[in-house]
T-cell receptor, first 114, second 114 residues
């Protein structure tokens, strides 16, 4: 069965520091991979996704993620965090033929120190 | 214009009541979803409709009944509400039901059962 693990429940970084949020997935083939962000009291917004091609994916708000098949990982990175990046981040996997069924990780809460 | 809208935004009700949540999307998408986010922020799909037809029906109590009167609307009716139904319910839509599709989320309906 597919699953997504986000090992870090809560991360705090200083404004201007770099960020890496970890995501590992379990799936027999190459899945479709997504990162969504949820600001407090809001719905989810797509940051970026991967389904083929270049393993380094660029997204909105200066985020990027790298798909590493050998490590079953899809970690999210940002070189310099802004206070407005404080939010909950969800990694998700969608399988081939899944009929749109996304499996979400449990999320990582990002706090930003001034 | 809001792409995916839900009403109401907040819903406080007593155990045993019946309530409905409405969702509308103006993106012209074929597929719509209902997700439940529990108190620990874990997101799990409940239902998915494609062109008004049910395509995903996860293990959800039959007290929950989705209805799609047309492609742009997907409503969720809940009978005999229980304390454990307290959660945030998100509606989402995507162009098609493919696993690679970006899902666009509504702002959520916060349901509290007393």
């Amino acid at each position: 069965a597919q699953s997504v693990t986000q090992p870090d429940i809560h991360i705090t970084v200083s404004e201007g520091a770099s960020l890496e949020l970890r995501c590992n997935y379990s799936y027999g083939a190459t899945p479709y991979l997504f990162w969504y962000v949820q600001s407090p009291g809001q719905g989810l917004q797509l940051l970026l996704k991967y389904f083929s091609g270049d393993t380094l994916v660029q997204g909105i708000k200066g985020f990027e993620a790298e798909f590493k098949r050998s490590q079953s990982s899809f970690n999210l990175r940002k070189p310099s965090v802004h206070w407005s990046d404080a939010a909950e981040y969800f990694c998700a996997v969608g399988a081939v033929g899944s009929q749109g069924n996304l499996i979400f990780g449990k999320g990582t809460k990002l706090s930003v120190k001034p | 214009d809001t792409a995916v809208s839900q009403t109401p935004k907040y819903l406080v009700t007593q155990m045993g009541n019946d309530k409905s949540i409405k969702c509308e999307q103006n993106l012209g998408h074929d597929t719509m979803y209902w997700y439940k986010q529990d108190s620990k922020k874990f997101l799990k799909i409940m239902f998915s409709y494609n062109n008004k037809e049910l395509i995903i029906n996860e293990t959800v109590p039959n007290r929950f009944s989705p209805k799609s009167p047309d492609k742009a609307h997907l409503n969720l009716h809940i009978n005999s509400l229980e304390l454990g139904d307290s959660a945030v319910y998100f509606c989402a839509s995507s162009q098609t039901s493919g696993g690679w599709e970006t899902q666009y989320f509504g702002p959520g309906t916060r349901l509290l059962v007393l």
